[in-house]
C-alpha cells in the first residue's frame, strides 16, 4: 500500500474513533472497559496499538528502526525509562486536569478534548512500544520487518487482555510497551544531558 494511501486510510478511521469520542468523553462510564468481555478488552487493544503503531510508521518509520537498536542494547533498563515515559504524561495530564478542574473547564468540550487528547498520546506510547517490541521479535528471530512487528505487537498487546485479570493486564500491557518506548527515551535522556556538557567544555 502506498504511503499515501496509509495516511488516508488511518486518518478515516482515526477521525471515526475520536469525533464520538469527543462528543461522548463526558458520559463514558470508565468501568465500562474494565466491564467488557476480555475478548472485546482484546480486539480493542488490538485494534488501537494496530492503528497507532501504523500511524507511527508511516510518520516515523526510521524512528522505529532507531528505538529497537535502542532497546536491543539494554532492554532491562529500557523498561524503567519506558515507565519513567508513561509517568510523565500521566503526570502532565493529571496536572492538566486539576488545573482545568479549577478553572471550571473539566466540564466543557475543552475539559472533553483535553481527556481524549491525553488518552491519545498514552495510545501512541503504546502503539510506539508496542511496534519496537514487536520488530524486536522479527529481528531476534529472523530479519527485521517492522510492519510484521506491527501485527505482532498489536496480538501481543490484546494477549495480555485475554489471560490476566483488569489490573493486571493494565500492568502487564504498560510494562510490555515500556520496553519499546524507553530505549529511545534512555537515548533522547542522555542526549540532552550530553549537549549542554559538551558546550560547556568547548568554551
Same mark, same amino acid.
Given at each position: 500500500?502506498?504511503? &499515501?494511501?496509509?495516511?488516508?486510510?488511518?486518518?478515516?478511521?482515526?477521525?471515526?474513533?475520536?469525533?464520538?469520542?469527543?462528543?461522548?468523553?463526558?458520559?463514558?462510564?470508565?468501568?465500562?472497559?474494565?466491564?467488557?468481555?476480555?475478548?472485546?478488552?482484546?480486539?480493542?487493544?488490538?485494534?488501537?496499538?494496530?492503528?497507532? &503503531?501504523?500511524?507511527?510508521?508511516?510518520?516515523?518509520?526510521?524512528?522505529?528502526?532507531?528505538?529497537?537498536?535502542?532497546?536491543?542494547?539494554?532492554?532491562?533498563?529500557?523498561?524503567?525509562? &519506558?515507565?519513567?515515559?508513561?509517568?510523565?504524561?500521566?503526570?502532565?495530564?493529571?496536572?492538566?486536569?486539576?488545573?482545568?478542574?479549577?478553572?471550571?473547564?473539566?466540564?466543557?468540550?475543552?475539559?472533553?478534548?483535553?481527556?481524549?487528547?491525553?488518552? &491519545? *498520546?498514552?495510545?501512541?506510547?503504546?502503539?510506539?512500544?508496542?511496534?519496537?517490541?514487536?520488530?524486536?521479535?522479527?529481528?531476534?528471530?529472523?530479519?527485521?520487518?517492522?510492519?510484521?512487528?506491527?501485527?505482532? *505487537?498489536?496480538?501481543?498487546?490484546?494477549?495480555?487482555?485475554?489471560?490476566?485479570?483488569?489490573?493486571?493486564?493494565?500492568?502487564?500491557?504498560?510494562?510490555?510497551?515500556?520496553? *519499546?518506548?524507553?530505549?529511545?527515551?534512555?537515548?533522547?535522556?542522555?542526549?540532552?544531558?550530553?549537549?549542554?556538557?559538551?558546550?560547556?567544555?568547548?568554551?
Amino acid at each position: 500500500m502506498a504511503v &499515501g494511501s496509509t495516511y488516508r486510510a488511518v486518518a478515516m478511521v482515526v477521525g471515526l474513533v475520536a469525533v464520538p469520542g469527543v462528543a461522548s468523553a463526558q458520559s463514558l462510564d470508565p468501568t465500562a472497559v474494565a466491564d467488557a468481555p476480555p475478548v472485546v478488552q482484546a480486539v480493542g487493544s488490538f485494534v488501537l496499538v494496530g492503528l497507532c &503503531g501504523a500511524l507511527v510508521l508511516a510518520r516515523r518509520g526510521p524512528l522505529v528502526d532507531r528505538a529497537v537498536d535502542d532497546t536491543m542494547a539494554s532492554p532491562v533498563v529500557a523498561v524503567l525509562y &519506558g515507565l519513567g515515559a508513561y509517568v510523565f504524561v500521566l503526570f502532565a495530564g493529571l496536572l492538566a486536569s486539576t488545573l482545568m478542574a479549577q478553572f471550571g473547564v473539566a466540564s466543557t468540550p475543552v475539559g472533553a478534548l483535553s481527556a481524549v487528547v491525553l488518552v &491519545g *498520546g498514552v495510545a501512541l506510547l503504546g502503539g510506539f512500544g508496542y511496534v519496537v517490541v514487536g520488530t524486536v521479535l522479527t529481528d531476534l528471530f529472523d530479519e527485521r520487518r517492522p510492519r510484521r512487528g506491527l501485527l505482532l *505487537g498489536s496480538a501481543l498487546s490484546a494477549v495480555c487482555w485475554l489471560f490476566f485479570p483488569v489490573l493486571a493486564a493494565v500492568a502487564v500491557w504498560l510494562l510490555v510497551a515500556a520496553v *519499546g518506548v524507553g530505549g529511545r527515551a534512555r537515548t533522547w535522556v542522555h542526549a540532552e544531558r550530553t549537549v549542554p556538557a559538551e558546550r560547556a567544555t568547548s568554551e
